[in-house]
C-alpha cells in the first residue's frame, strides 16, 4: 500500500517539474504563442470565408474541434522537445521518477490548453452564428475533451521528443489515438449547437469520461518505459 508521505513526495514534485515548466513558459512563450497565434489565425480566415452563412450544428461542430486540435497539435509537442533541445532533459532524468515527471508534464499541458479554450471559445462564437444553450454542458464536455487531449498526447510528446520531424511525427502519431475522442466530441457538440440540453449529451459525457480514466492511467504505465529510454 502507498503510503501518505509517498502520495506527497508525489504530488511535490510533480508540481516543482509543472512549476519549472511554467517559469520556462511564461519567459519564452513559445507555446502559448504557437496555439494562441495558429487557433486565431485559422478563426479568422474561417470567419472571412464563410460570412453570414449558416452553417448546420454538425459542420459547426467538426469545424471547432479541427481548430481546437490542430491548434494544439502547435504547441503541446514542446512539453519534452524543449528539454531536449536545452540538454537538460539528462538533469530532469535525475532529480525525479517518471511518474512526477509525467504528471507535471501533463498539468503543464493542461494549463496550455486550458488558456487555449479560455481564448479560442469565446472568438469562435463571435466570429460564427453558432449558439449553444446548454452552458453547463458545453464547459463540462470542453474539460472533459481539454483532459483527453492532454492525457493522450503528453505520452506522444515524449516518444517523438527525440525524432528529427517532430511537428509531423506528432501529428501523426497523435491522430489516430484521438480519433474516437474527437469524433464523440463532435457529436456531442454537435448535439448542444443543435439546442441540446445536459440530457442529451449524457452518453458521449460518460465515454469522455472513461477515455481520460484509461488514457492517464495508460500513459502513467507506460511513460516509465520511454522515459528510461
Known amino acids: 500500500m502507498t503510503s501518505p508521505k509517498t502520495n506527497a513526495g508525489l504530488i511535490s514534485k510533480s508540481f516543482a517539474v509543472f512549476a519549472k515548466d511554467i517559469r520556462l513558459e511564461l519567459r519564452s512563450r513559445y507555446a502559448l504563442n504557437a496555439i494562441l497565434m495558429f487557433g486565431i489565425t485559422t478563426l479568422a480566415v474561417v470567419s472571412f470565408s464563410l460570412g453570414q452563412s449558416n452553417l448546420p450544428p454538425h459542420l459547426m461542430a467538426a469545424l471547432f474541434w479541427v481548430v481546437m486540435f490542430f491548434s494544439a497539435v502547435a504547441g503541446l509537442a514542446q512539453v519534452f ?3 531536449e533541445e536545452t540538454g537538460t532533459i539528462l538533469a530532469l532524468k535525475l532529480a525525479a521518477a517518471a511518474e512526477p515527471v509525467y504528471l507535471g508534464k501533463l498539468l503543464f499541458n493542461f494549463f496550455l490548453l486550458t488558456v487555449m479554450v479560455t481564448v479560442i471559445t469565446p472568438l469562435f462564437f463571435i466570429f460564427t452564428d453558432a449558439q449553444v444553450v446548454g452552458i453547463a454542458a458545453f464547459s463540462a464536455v470542453l474539460i472533459l475533451g481539454v483532459i483527453g487531449l492532454c492525457s493522450a498526447t503528453t505520452l506522444v510528446a515524449a516518444i517523438i521528443a527525440k525524432a ?15 480519433v474516437p475522442l474527437l469524433l464523440t466530441l463532435v457529436q456531442a457538440t454537435q448535439k448542444l449547437f443543435d439546442n441540446g440540453a445536459f440530457d442529451a449529451v449524457m452518453t458521449e459525457m460518460q465515454f ?3 477515455y481520460a480514466v484509461v488514457m492517464t492511467t495508460g500513459s502513467i504505465l507506460l511513460f516509465k518505459y520511454v522515459w528510461q529510454e
Request: glycine content about 4%; aromatic content about 10%.
Open 164 to 178: 528529427s520531424v517532430k511537428g509531423a511525427l506528432f501529428a501523426v502519431l497523435s491522430f489516430p489515438i484521438l
Open 81 to 83: 522537445i524543449r528539454e
Open 208 to 210: 469522455l469520461l472513461a
